[in-house]
């Protein structure tokens, strides 16, 4: 039964977001939409936030899916890096447009964290940079595994930071376009000044 109950308070949640973002993930939203007792919300997952935690988890294994069909789609004997960089990015959009809300609570979570988080989860975050990583590993100026974990972080930064600012807010004709347009000239720059780096 806790299994079942569990489950409920889980889809209760998925509802809720989907619909009203963090703001609606209140204990006894989810408890009356579950058929559950508030109490019983706190005893399957201890707080809210480990709640929303969870539910993170979900988007970040959606999130992965998403991506590695992505690179799965393109030509095995492809080897211009920017090409799998590029399909990354427009999986990006693509997975921000569906899934607006829920992405939101992950960055959301991110932004007013205190303290440490659980390693499950630090672990569930690294394996969505990992996806960029193993995609610039053979990438001339990225032999270095930290410079690589780097690289990654600061391309995710980019396109994030591209997507939300340009997506919502472009004049074009296809914003998608000019987002895409956009990240080309800040993730071709990082490829191409890595090239030039020094090899150690």
Known sequence: MTDQNREAALQAARDLLAESGLPGLQARAIAGRAGLSVGSIYK???????LVRTLNRETHREFAAHHSAALAGLDPGETEVMVPLMALARAYI??????ERRWAAVL???????GPRP???SQSENALFAIVETVIEGVPGFADPALRARAARAMWAS????????LPNSRAED????TMSQIELIIGAVI?????????
């Open 44 to 50: 399957l997952f201890g707080d809210i936030e480990a």
């Open 94 to 99: 693509d997975f921000v447009i569906a899934n």
């Open 108 to 114: 959301q979570t991110s932004q007013r964290r205190a």
């Open 119 to 121: 390693a499950d989860y």
């Open 159 to 166: 396109v994030h930071g591209i997507v939300t600012i340009t």
């Open 175 to 178: 914003p998608a376009a000019d």
């Open 192 to 200: 191409r000044d890595a090239g030039g780096a020094p090899q150690s």
